[in-house]
């Protein structure tokens, strides 16, 4: 209550607003004493009221909203209870002043009523809250252990429920990322579907594995509070179990195929076979491996039944000694880079070399080149109406039956064609203009990518009997010169080879992986590798199978190179260097010339002579392509002959020239006059 005009709160309450005082101030000397009596007979009346109110609601006990009107009202009944003491005092109009300026600040008292109030409740409710803070204590403390568990018990499923939604979580993001950065595309012909992103669908990811082990632990929590299900909880472990190590299993399988490093079944490096090393004595029986007895005496009676049809009772029989003899002076001349030389000159007296002379005369030698033969004459008409090798069959089945028997090639073997030097009259002749030679005879070529070896060989002999070119020939040269090896090995050919479903059937079958490039017209290519436009130089954009990898790489603007690759296929790898070749490429590079570097060794020293007849000219490949391959045979086993020289294969062919013609040298009863032995 507001008390004359010093603007004081009385009965020890706190100062009331300055600007309050003023205004009770200022109305006072405005009314009249008339006024004054009318307001305080108009307070009196409203106070009674509010005062009956104030019982009546007290004694019904109304909601908050009505106790707080009815605070309010009972402290404007204590203000009016002071102002009766202060009538008393006769200070009534003092009263009056105060109880207008109390209700002129109106809107300061109501704040200050709230306050009051919020006291008043404080002080008389103190005993009833403590009672109650008592019994609540009581009941938390009762309750303490039963909510302890259940919080523990929520927090664990807490902790599981966060587990479960990270691992949701973390499988709807790999989701999401494959979702966005795979690509979907299909081969022209529609009948595959490569995708920009490896997978393997028959392999669990680490998704699926980190999802069972997830659930393997959940059951195993919830099993620990049930002992009656331990049987069934180690029937389902055992069968995790199973489960995972089968996937282990397969997951390591899957890695020795797929990478060379781990392919611990591959011989590390090529070796001959147990049954050449134990015949290996010395280089002359390390050539006949090749040459064998059975094929001399194949050419032997061929070449007699020719020479008595041609000569009659003046052909002098040929034996083994005079074909040894005649097959070491080819290879000699070839050592000593005569085969171009015209033979006078080779069996010149003065600027000859004196071995020629020495071994045989010049007019045998003639006779010999003239008359060789392979087969028999009279019946290779009827054998060439089915089979246009007829005049060499015999003796080319035979020999190509050595190779693969002599010599186990290393994880790497490279398939390509050879053309063998030949512009004579021959209905297979080919026209290659990639080759130096460009005309000749084209064989198939199966060689071990570190050592050039040639494991297994096939002649072309140009279109079949019916006159229609052959379809998927290509893959049916692959399948037959490397049918006998097994997996794990690789396999290098160009673009006339590669093709998926080859690829395939090496996988399925025999387990070897195939690298090769690929022609742009292939049907199983998506065109999405196909397209250059826009692309990026050194760029490279990858498409995958389950087991087959498509790599598009652009060595030059506006030109793509395609590459098919069942070895490589994870992660699509790339090589940090300026060019960024993939690992596709580099492999390809590092293994595709082996029958390349074969044909650039064999011409080097080779015993090839001018001839018009092809059955000769392939001859003369055979003998080249022994020697090469007796050489190989040598060298790794005898690897410390030579250790280091680099003219070590010319010393080889060197003496085994000299030993193939001794023993016809030895027989003689008189050498040539010139002849100092």
């Known amino acids: ?23 009770v101030r200022g109305f006072e000397e405005c009314w009249t004493e008339e006024d004054r009596d009318k307001h305080d007979d108009g307070e009196r009346d409203r106070h009674d009221a509010d005062e009956h109110e104030h019982d009546h609601d007290h004694d019904a006990g109304e909601d908050e909203g009505d106790e707080n009107r009815e605070g309010e009202d009972a402290d404007a009944d204590d203000d009016a209870d002071d102002d009766e003491d202060d009538d008393d005092d006769g200070e009534q109009d003092d009263e009056r002043g105060e109880e207008q300026g109390a209700n002129v ?50 927090d664990d499923n807490e902790g599981h429920d966060d587990e479960e939604q990270d691992v949701e979580q973390d499988d709807e993001d790999e989701e999401d990322e494959e979702e966005e950065e795979s690509e979907r595309f299909a081969s022209r012909d529609g009948e595959i579907e490569w995708s920009s992103t490896t997978y393997h669908p028959h392999r669990p990811g680490p998704r699926r594995r980190r999802r069972a082990e997830y659930e393997e632990d959940e059951e195993q929590q919830l099993d620990d509070g049930d002992d009656g299900n331990d049987q069934d909880q180690d029937q389902d472990q055992d069968q995790d179990q199973r489960d995972r190590d089968q996937d282990e299993r397969h997951d390591q399988d899957e890695r020795q195929q797929q990478d060379p490093a781990r392919r611990a079944t591959a011989p590390q490096s090529p070796v001959p076979t147990e049954y050449a090393a134990t015949r290996v004595r010395d280089i002359l029986s390390a050539f006949e491996l090749f040459v064998t007895r059975h094929i001399q005496e194949i050419v032997v009676t061929a070449t007699n039944i020719e020479g008595l049809r041609k000569c009659g009772n003046g052909w002098k029989l040929m034996d083994a000694t005079d074909l040894r003899g005649y097959i070491g002076l080819l290879l000699l001349a070839g050592v000593y880079r005569s085969r171009n030389e015209a033979l006078e000159s080779l069996w010149h007296e003065e600027s000859g070399r004196a071995i020629f002379r020495a071994t045989m005369p010049l007019k045998r030698f003639h006779a010999f080149s003239r008359l060789l033969r392979f087969d028999d004459r009279e019946t290779r008409a009827a054998r060439r109406a089915a089979d246009k090798l007829a005049a060499i069959r015999d003796v080319w ?8 028997r002599l010599y186990n090639p290393g994880p790497d073997v490279t398939v390509d064609e050879q053309l063998v030097p030949f512009r004579g009259r021959c209905s297979f002749r080919q026209y290659m203009p990639s080759k130096p030679a460009r005309y000749g005879l084209k064989s198939w070529v199966a060689c071990d990518a570190a050592s050039s070896y040639a494991w297994n060989m096939q002649m072309y ?7 229609g070119p052959e379809r998927n020939l290509g893959a049916r040269v692959v399948l037959d010169v490397t049918k006998g090896l097994r997996g794990p090995r690789n396999v290098t050919c160009d673009n006339f080879f590669t093709s998926y479903e080859l690829a395939r059937r090496l996988l399925i079958e025999r387990r070897l992986t195939v690298v090769g490039t690929m022609r742009k017209n292939k049907p199983e290519l998506p065109r999405a590798l196909l397209n250059t436009k826009g692309r990026a130089l050194f760029s490279s954009r990858f498409a995958f199978t389950p087991t087959v990898t498509l790599v598009s790489y652009v060595p030059k603007r ?45 011409g080097t020293y080779s015993c090839r002579r001018k001839t018009t007849r092809w059955p000769l000219a392939v001859f003369h490949n055979i003998l080249d392509v022994s020697a090469y391959n007796a050489f190989v045979l040598w060298r790794e086993l005898r690897p410390q002959w030579m250790r280091g020289k ?32």
Not at 1 to 23: F, I, L, P
Not at 461 to 467: F, R
Not at 652 to 677: D, H, N
């Open 1 to 23: 209550m507001w008390q004359g005009d010093t603007g004081e709160r009385v009965n020890g309450e706190s100062d009331g607003s300055s600007k309050a005082s003023v205004m």
């Open 105 to 154: 600040a109106q809107a300061g008292g109501w704040q200050r009523g709230d306050e009051d109030r919020d006291e008043d409740r404080e002080g008389d409710g103190g005993d009833d809250d403590g009672e109650q803070d008592e019994e609540r204590g009581e009941e938390r403390g009762a309750n303490a252990p039963q909510e302890g568990g259940r919080q523990r018990g929520d």
């Open 397 to 404: 089945d035979a020999w190509v039956r050595r190779l693969p």
């Open 461 to 467: 002999t140009g279109k079949s009997a019916s006159g």
């Open 558 to 602: 506006h030109k793509n190179v395609l590459l098919l690759s069942t070895l490589h296929t994870g992660k699509a790898r790339v090589r940090a260097t300026r060019d960024a070749k993939p690992d596709i490429i580099l492999h390809y590079n590092s293994t595709k010339g082996a029958v390349d570097n074969l044909d650039k060794l064999v």
């Open 646 to 677: 680099l003219y070590r294969r010319r010393v080889f062919l060197e003496q085994l020239g000299r030993a193939l013609v001794t023993p016809l040298i030895e027989r003689r009863s008189r050498l040539p006059r010139t002849i100092s032995m």
